[in-house]
């Protein structure tokens, strides 16, 4: 048992940015339940089938064509966009997920 949980829960959770997550979960949109909430993070569970949704949202954000960020909300929010694809991408995809779990 680890500060997080069980230590084997935690092998199949992903990190990302609070202030993203929660702006796209205020419009709205699918988005994953957070296994676990700190000041500055949310888990989320890797295989889970909403986790593309996000992932495109902050790809669509985080993008220098995406919505301008003109304020520093807006500069904040396209910051978190972008620290959530990078820690999304580190996901392996279903399939590889489910070999690497077998």
């Given amino acids: 048992m680890n500060k997080y949980g069980p230590k084997d829960r935690t092998s199949d959770l992903v990190r990302v940015p609070k202030r993203f997550y929660w702006d796209h979960m205020e419009r709205m949109l699918p988005t994953p339940p ?4 700190t000041v500055h993070h949310v888990w989320l569970e890797m295989d889970h089938p909403d986790l593309p949704e996000l992932k495109s949202d902050a790809l669509y954000y985080s993008d220098a064509y995406g ?3 003109d304020d520093r909300f807006s500069r904040l929010l ?3 966009a972008q620290k959530t694809v990078d820690s999304l ?3 392996p995809s279903p399939e590889k997920f489910k070999r690497l779990t077998s």
């Fill in 67 to 69: 919505p301008e960020a």
């Fill in 89 to 91: 991408e580190a996901v």
């Fill in 78 to 80: 396209k910051a978190s």
């Fill in 34 to 37: 957070a296994i676990k909430e």
